[in-house]
Structure formats: C-alpha cells, structure tokens
C-alpha cells in the first residue's frame, strides 16, 4: 500500500487551499483586536486534547503588559496513535509557522520556540530550511513584510525522549533547562509562562488551523463541524483497518461513519483519545466524535474481533508507568498498582473486590494526581475493564474464573 | 579519561556555551549536543557544563537522568530503537525482536561487543499507521518484518 501524499490528501479546512504567507499578509493589514475577533467567531478550540478556547488564551496574552512574551508551538506529539502533527510539520509547515507569527503579531511576542519532539529529529533541518526560506521573504525576522515594530523570529528546540514533556508546563521547565515535571497551576502559562513571561501554548494543528481562520474568516471555519465542535479535525487512525492514515472530516463525525471511511472490518473496539483517551466498544460506534461527546487529540485506534484487550490495556498501562515523571504519588505508584492489577487479571489471580478497589484507585488517581498524565492515566483502565468484561472474565482475555 | 581528552572536551563545552548561551536554558540542547557526539555523557562533560553554567554538577545529572535519550553510561556507536506501543505490537512486533536478538546475539537493553549496536525500546514514535517502526540513531524505518530488519542493520557502519 501507498503511505498517503500532500497531493493526495483532501479535506475541507486543514487541507483545503492555501497560499505561503497569506496569513501574514492577512493579519499585517488588521489590527490585533480584528484578529481576536474573528478567532472568537470562529469557536476553535485547541487540538492538543485539552479543547481549550484559543480566542481567550490568546486574549489573556494579548491583554498582559509585560515586555518580553513567547508563542511556542507544542510538537511534542508523544500520545500512542497520534501522527498528524508529524503530517503538518512535514508536508503543511507554512500552515504551522504562519499561524506561529499571526500568533505573535496578535499577542506582541517577538519570539516563537517550536518544541519538537526529540524522535522527530529527522525534520529538523527540512524546517530550518524553511525558515530560513521565511526569513529571506521577509515572513520572518525584524520588520516582517517591512511593518514596523513587528519583529518575530522562531527556533526550534529539541525534546529528548519525555512524553510528560508535552504537558505544557512541563514543556516550559524543560525549554528552562530542568527536569520536565509538571508544575502547580495556576498560575497558567498565560500568566506565568517560559521564564515568567506570559506564553501561549498551542499545538500544531492549532496553529494551522489559524492559518487558515486568517486567511478564510470565523463565519466559514464554523460552518464545519458541530455547534460546540467547529470545524474540522485531522484524525491519526491507526489498527485494524484497510487505510490507516491521517483523515481531515468534520467534529461530528459518526465512529462508525469513521470505520466505513477507513476500511475496518469486524471492529471490536475503537480507543479515542489515545493511551489516555477511552476505549468505545461497540454500542457506542453511533457516539460522534467532538468534544462534546468522544473526545480526542485525533488520536483513533482500531481493535478487531482477534484482538485480546487485556493486552492492549497492559501495553497502555506499561507505557503510562514509564512515562510517569514520578513527581506525585497518585501517579507515581497508581499507575504501577494498575499495573500489577492486570498482570494479577492475567494470571487468573485478581479477586473481584480487589479489581474494585483498583477502580477506585482509578478515580482517586484522576482527581488527586497533579497533571493530565496522572489524571487520564486510569481512563482506558477503567474503560476497558468496565466495557470488556466478558472478555476478560470469560478467560479469552484473562483466566480469571475459569 | 586523559589530559588530553579532558582538555579537548573541555573546550567542546565552551564552545557549546558560547554557542547556546550561558544559562539554564541551554542545559538541553548543550547535552544533546555531547550526547550526539559521544553517545552519552561523561562525568567530567557534566562536571564542565555545570562549572560553565554556575549550577551544580547534580542539577546536570538530575536532568540527564529526566530524558530517555539521555545517558551518562557508553552506549554503542548505533542505538536501534524499536517502537514498543501498541498499533506497532499488533502488526509483528514481536516478530522483529526475535529477529534482531538473535542476528546481534543480544537481548534488547544490551549493547554488542563490538559497540556497534545498543538495542532498545521506545514508545510510540509517531508512525502508528506504518509500523513496526525502527529508529536508527535519528532515520525511521517503517512496516519492519523480521527479514527487512536484519537487512536495515546490515546497511548500517
Ligand atoms: C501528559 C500530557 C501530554 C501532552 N502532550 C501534548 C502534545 O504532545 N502536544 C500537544 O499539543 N499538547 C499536549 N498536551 C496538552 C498540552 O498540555 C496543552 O494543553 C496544549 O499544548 C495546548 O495547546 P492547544 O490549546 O492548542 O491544544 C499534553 C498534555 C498532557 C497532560
Ligand atoms: S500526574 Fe504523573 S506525570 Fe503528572 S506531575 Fe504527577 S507524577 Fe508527574
Ligand atoms: S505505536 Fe509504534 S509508532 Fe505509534
């Protein structure tokens, strides 16, 4: 099978027409509140999983006093079955960057820091390259399209192998030199962001999506999608099916209408949201997807009726135990109980009060842990366990019972 | 580590401060810098990249320690990492490690005699739609079989 290519890729929003620089262009001729306007009017809300609104993030930075603010793009991309920053940054990079200097003009920042992922070295000299490009158009540096006062240039630093680091304080501690532990909030980045100055925090597709809002207008970027959910989203589908690959539809989108699109046959279980998000059996393929109802990063894994989900659920469990920065306990040691609890389910040795409890720990771990890692970690375990019973007591999962 | 080679690193680092800055900020990329070029980082690098910055040699290592690309013990001159998550262990995952373990003689984790190859797992490195995924040093190979593996390490010096 052929892996997908820019020009084969087709989509309403994200991949529909757009010129280099256009954004630029778009926004230098407008005031900043023109900007936050018409973000406002187009309802985006941010595409890294949080859903928050980007219009009163932007707004917090914009209306700060403080000289020195920083626009970082979050490409730390590290949620198991999310590629489609990787798409954009490879083969949409004017999309990404445009939105990063729109973004810096809105909010008066004169630096932007692109956070890639260190297992995305690879791309790095493709966007230096083109940056270097930007900066020879006159896209990039001091007086950018000859504007006065409007100064803004972007670097690109490198992560080295930390999931957490996608969190977005943790991001700001690591870009500060130190380990990448979350850090209390408030204060949020807005306020108190890279090196105490107030920061906006976006994700790739964020960025892009800007890009596009600049450029087309609020009113057209909501007529996609739902009233809660506007636009459109790229999808990351990976697992059972004919043609995993990164998808552009709608929110709104039907999972099953999703799995007709993609090719999956005899689908047991779809996890949305990644190793965070929660796994939908198949009562719920009529659930949509938006944030309103399954929501997701774009992060969809495809299960088949062959597949056993004790083991999907160990693989998440295990990569939450290693990724976990180990700062509190809930996180910390839960994740690990969570673990042992299924290895226990495995041997046939976890009595029912005992999973209870587990679940419990589950709930305790979502409140009490201290950042998003910590506070989704339980959701697949409780997802599955609670929507694959059978399976997993009937001894095809685990031999419990039996 | 010889007079010599302390100095040599020595002036690697300086010209890694000047290069970066001289704050906490450069921390990451100065370390990566010297991890890409000696495949880990050595006491004395961090003792240097500590005096340099004016933080103290246990800030260095507490980070270094943070990052899994990171590490303060040699490492073979390729480090192959295979994607351990899960849209990779459904599509032969397993296929492949038995593969490579038994071609280099190695359990993943370990390092071959020669230092040339230092196996590991990674999570998900972003190509779920095409795995099993490989990273070499920083090239991805993607939808490994077994045979195609030992075909990739027998291209790579
Ligand atoms: C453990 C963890 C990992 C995260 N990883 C990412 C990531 O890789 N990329 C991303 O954009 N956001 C990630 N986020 C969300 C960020 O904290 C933040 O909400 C986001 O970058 C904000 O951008 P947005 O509003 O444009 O979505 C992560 C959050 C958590 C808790
Ligand atoms: S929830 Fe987990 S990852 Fe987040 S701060 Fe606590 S220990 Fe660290
Ligand atoms: S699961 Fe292997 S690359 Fe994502």
Redesign the pocket.
Known sequence: MMNQEKKDRKGTVLFSKYARGEAIKKALSQTREDILFELRESKL????????P?AT?WTIVAAATSKTKYVIC??????PG?FK?RVLLLEYPELVLDGMVVAGYTIGAENGIIYL?GEYEYMKKSLEDYLHEMRKDKLLGREILNKTNFNFDITIRMGSGA?????????IESLEGNRGE?RNRPPYPVSTGLLGAPTV???????ASISHIVTKGGLWFKKYGTDKSTGSKLFSVSGDCEKPGVYELPWGTRISEMLEIVGAKNTKAVQVGGA?GTCIPKSGFNRILAYEDAAT?GSIMIFNESRNMLHVLKNFMEFFVE?SCGQCTPCRIGNVKLLEGIELLEQGKCTFSYLNQLKELGKTMQIASK???G??SPNSFISILDNFKEEIFDGNGGTYGK | MLVFEKNAMTEEIEQLVAKYGNNRSSLLPILQDVQRMHKHIPDFAQQEVARLLGIHPVEVYSVITFYSFLNTQPKGRNIVRLCQTIACDLFGKKSVVKAVERELGITFGETTKDGKFTLEYVNCLGMCDQGPVLLINERVYSKVTPEKAIQILGGVK
């Open positions: 809300k941010g595409r890294g999983g949080a859903g928050f980007t993030k979050n490409a730390d991309e590290g949620e999310t920053d992922r999931y957490v680091c996608g969190e977005e304080t943790a991001l979350a925090v976006n994700n790739v597709e964020t960025l965070s990063g990724e950042c998003g890692l506070q989704s």
